[in-house]
């Protein structure tokens, strides 16, 4: 067993793939059997995502955890009191600002996007 680390803002760039002589990077010269992105799943949409896991890994597992699906719940929930907002409002502003920025938080279409790259789910 090999563990390798590498920075996949390189692996995803067309350009890193090949060096200026054309010579495939040693970073991608041997398959990758797992790929590990913690907190990263919800950052690009679906199909970017899986085009990227394809064109990282094609035949690896990709393990994905940590993937904020767009819903917050604190227990027990607070209803706020006076300058205190209730938990719903924070929840929602939070919420607003993730979209806002470009999170995803469709899961379905997550799933669409990998049954169209002929991915299989194997845990959710």
Same mark, same amino acid.
């Given at each position: 067993l090999? #563990?390798? +680390?590498?920075d996949?803002? /390189?692996?995803?760039?067309?350009r890193a ?6 010579? *495939?990077? $040693?970073?991608l010269?041997r398959p990758y059997?797992?790929?590990v992105?913690s907190?990263f799943?919800d950052l690009m ?7 990227? #896991?394809v +064109?990282?890994a094609?035949a /690896?597992?990709a393990?994905?955890?940590?993937t ?5 719940? *604190?227990v $027990?929930?607070s209803a ?5 907002p209730?938990d ?6 939070y919420?607003?600002h993730?979209?806002a920025?470009?999170?995803?938080f469709d899961?379905p279409?997550?799933f669409d996007a990998?049954?169209?790259a002929g991915?299989?789910?194997l845990?959710?």
């Amino acid at each position: 067993l090999e #563990l390798r +680390r590498v920075d996949v803002r /390189a692996l995803a760039s067309a350009r890193a793939a090949r060096g200026a002589d054309g010579t *495939l990077n $040693p970073a991608l010269a041997r398959p990758y059997d797992l790929l590990v992105a913690s907190a990263f799943a919800d950052l690009m949409s679906p199909q970017a995502l899986l085009s990227t #896991l394809v +064109r990282l890994a094609p035949a /690896a597992v990709a393990y994905l955890p940590i993937t904020f699906c767009g819903r917050t719940e *604190l227990v $027990p929930p607070s209803a706020g009191a006076a300058a205190v907002p209730s938990d719903a409002r924070v929840s929602a502003a939070y919420h607003d600002h993730l979209r806002a920025q470009g999170q995803h938080f469709d899961l379905p279409a997550l799933f669409d996007a990998c049954d169209d790259a002929g991915a299989a789910r194997l845990a959710v």
